[in-house]
């Protein structure tokens, strides 16, 4: 993966549905911020990732990681969950990978082409309309529900249901 730990789908392109700005939910108004990641960065999709466990390693990542959740933990560096933490932690360590590894939109974009699925190696339900709920955007359920098993206890118990 040419020397970077984590080979994912690149979210930076503005003319795309999945587009997220990385200034959006990293707060380059904090010095600390501002001098260690460039506010045009790349960000990518977390949902389906390739990693390089030895380079991860060889680059002590796991400690800037702790490292980063500490600071951001004493001042406000990002906002909305994980995602942040993880940019700034494999921020310059991402390698961009074909978009058909991973096809995103399935939970928010009713207009994901049938074709652009069928060839993913992995299909993404992000956003708020998950397969799951009623909300869903019922022309992507048949994907997931195919490898659903829907009479197993856990899932009766959570009331989902075909």
Known sequence: MKGKV???IETCHEDESSFRRIDTFVNFSDPFVAK??????CTWAFGMNLIDLRQWRRKNLTSLYQKYLQLGSERPLWMAGSLPLGWVTFYNQTVALDRRWHILGLGYDSEVARADIERAAVIHYDGIMKPWLDIAIGRYKGYWNKYVKYEHPYLQQCNIHE
Not at 36 to 41: E, K, L, M, R, S
């Open 6 to 8: 984590i080979g994912a």
């Open 36 to 41: 260690n990641f460039d506010i045009n960065a």
